[in-house]
């Protein structure tokens, strides 16, 4: 391994001082789309560094020792400048457009996991009486952060923001960023070890800098009460030296203009009786325009207001029941290959789902972008939600499990104003034990803590024995769907017409909703319908999966697997797969197969 020259470089670090910043990002920002802001978007210099060299030193010891406030090697670019034998020079590596994952732009990249090391050259002159936050949409996985060449801090996280104040600490003119990014999987992380998706590294999406007054609203919710649709309740939360101020709260449609007062935490908690409301519903999305204005700061939002509950066997949504009529969505462009980026990646997803005819999506397995929970928002798409506690995650690990709650309590932080989101999921097909049992109940009781006014699910376990099915995972006593994954007619076996002798027995009272079944399908592969990959088994197989479905008890939606074909590296066939799970009803060029039109005419009529 080339040997830097760490004393000249580890002097350097010394002499500089790096004093580590405060490393807790605090609590987010609620609606960056309402701030000003500079986007740090656009081109950013990468080193590849599978060695870890700009982190370790020969001796494997980390150069940023945080408590002693000396940086990373790369993140004090003077020192290596400086250093009489320079092996790297950031101004001079190639580029990675920010937002997007490295995988997807350059072919040696493709299944990298390792670190790549980020810069980001910028201009800002600061203003006095204002706070400035870096913040990020999303990094995946662990990220250490470096501005000017002093430590911010580091999170993990593949999917969801986090920010860090900078208040004082940017330069009147020439700024620098730098990040280290390391995709490299873990069991004891969340996701674990071993997904069905791509391992898409790197700064995946938009990085903001957030301008807001020196006393802000930091935070709000403003949604109905779930148990009446009659009145508006919710917070505001300000952050600053002059906590206690008046608040006032506007939504002219519904002719409210009332003023609070925070207390000295600065938060203030309000209800507000609303007599006739235009509710949020798929058919017609209304969202109203929602001012919290104080003495020197004002955010506007567009929110929806709608109720969400269940009765029985039944989903109601503002009080009539509904029928979930979604499809599965992963965070990806198939067209042009990598994660959804913009509103116009994400807007083409989601005008699918609308096309087959959908008032629902899953957003598997992980937070998706803010983007897009927004543009469900806009198109009226109902939203499940989900955060990657997926097959077997380290249930006995304390660390593990912080880090499903950070993730899980950040998704909703986030999201808490979106009429969209109905269903916040915990995880998906977790295999029944009792660490899991304890681990997946505390984090549903968590949800229920942070937000009581939108539904809990999972997707549970199923046992089988031939056509005989059972759903009694004990979790399911704790959240509100029976919902589950089964793949009758695909990896459980025989030819989809068996599907007829299936027996259902669904232990819960309560509304059953399919969050997967599927088959996977070479677009313009065609045979009979017995024949595996064509267009026509899968079509057969939607076609018999819907008549058995039909006959359930309490069937009250479904979210087939899946809206497009999606890159895997556990799917290996070189004719039909090629690193693609093919159970999408579109495939990675956009063309409908047999199933999307069976699915659609279906929905048509529901
Ligand atoms: C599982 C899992 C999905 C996976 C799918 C498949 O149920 O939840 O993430 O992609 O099956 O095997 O295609």
């Known amino acids: 391994m080339t040997k830097v020259k760490t004393p000249n470089a580890f002097i350097l670090i010394l002499v500089l001082g790096l004093s580590i910043q405060s490393s807790m990002a605090q609590k987010l920002v609620q609606n960056i789309f309402g701030r000003e802001c500079l986007s740090l978007n656009g081109r950013w210099n990468y080193i590849i560094d599978p060695y870890e060299m700009g982190y370790y030193d020969y001796r494997y010891d980390p150069f940023d020792q945080s408590e002693t406030g000396q940086g990373g090697f790369y993140d004090n670019i003077t020192s290596v400048i ?54 990020f949409g999303a990094v995946n996985y662990e990220s250490h952060i470096y501005l000017n060449g002093k430590k911010l801090g580091s999170h993990k996280g593949g999917f969801t923001p986090f920010q860090f104040e900078v208040t004082g600490k940017l330069n009147r003119g020439n700024n620098f960023i730098v990040l280290k990014v390391d995709n490299k999987r873990n069991k004891d992380e969340i996701p674990t070890i071993n997904t069905d998706w791509w391992n898409y590294g790197g700064i995946t999406r938009d990085v903001t800098l957030v301008s807001v007054p020196e006393t802000f609203i930091n935070d709000y919710k403003v949604q109905l009460d ?47 009786p609303v007599k006739k409301v235009k509710y949020w519903t798929p058919n017609e999305p209304y969202r109203y325009t929602v001012s919290l204005s104080t003495d020197n700061d004002k955010q506007t939002d567009l929110i929806g207001f709608r109720t969400i509950s269940t009765e029985h066997k039944k989903i109601l949504l503002n009080g009539e029941q509904v029928f979930l009529k979604g499809i599965s969505v992963h965070d990806e462009n198939p067209l042009i290959p990598g994660r959804l980026r913009s509103d116009g990646d994400i807007r083409m997803v989601l005008t699918w789902a609308k096309e087959l005819g959908c008032n629902y999506i899953r957003l598997a397995h992980y937070t998706h972008n803010e983007r897009t929970i927004r543009l469900a928002d806009e198109m009226g798409l109902m939203v499940w939600a989900e955060v990657p506690v997926y097959w077997t995650i380290s249930w006995e690990n304390k660390d593990t499990y912080a880090n499903a709650l950070n993730q899980l309590t950040t998704g909703i932080e986030r999201d808490k104003n979106r009429a969209s989101v109905i269903i916040w999921s915990i995880g998906n097909e977790t295999p029944v034990t009792e660490a899991r049992n304890k681990f997946m109940m505390s984090l549903a009781d968590h949800v229920r803590e942070l937000d009581n006014t939108r539904l809990v699910a999972a997707a549970l376990e199923v046992e089988r024995e031939g056509f005989d099915v059972r759903v009694d995972d004990p979790l399911g006593e704790k959240i509100d769907l029976a919902s589950f994954n089964e793949y009758g007619g695909w990896y459980w076996g025989g030819h989809p017409s068996n599907l007829s002798k299936y027996k259902w027995e669904i232990k819960y009272d309560k509304p059953v909703v399919i969050s997967e079944f599927g088959a996977g399908a070479l677009a313009g592969y065609h045979g009979s319908d017995s024949t595996l990959w064509t267009e026509e088994y899968q079509a057969t197989l939607y076609v018999n999966q819907i008549k058995m479905l039909e006959q359930i008890d309490g069937f009250s939606g479904m979210t087939p697997w899946i809206l497009v074909d999606f890159r895997s590296p556990r799917r290996q066939h070189p004719q039909f797969q090629n690193f693609w799970n093919r159970k999408g009803l579109i495939s990675e060029t956009g063309q409908k197969k047999k199933a999307f039109f069976i699915l659609q005419e279906y929905y048509s009529k529901k």
């Open 82 to 135: 400086e250093t009489e034998k320079v092996e790297y020079n950031f101004d001079l590596e190639p580029t990675l457009k920010v937002p997007g994952d490295w995988n997807s732009q350059y072919e040696n990249l493709s299944l990298y996991e390792g670190t790549i090391w980020y810069k980001k050259d910028f201009k800002v002159t600061p203003k006095d009486e204002t706070r400035y936050f870096i913040h």
């Open 226 to 272: 779930k148990n009446n649709r009659n009145l508006i309740k919710g917070f505001v939360q300000l952050n600053g030296s002059a906590l206690q101020q008046n608040v006032v709260l506007s939504i002219p449609e519904l002719s409210i203009n009332k003023t609070f007062k925070t207390d000295a935490t600065g938060k203030v908690e309000f209800e507000l």
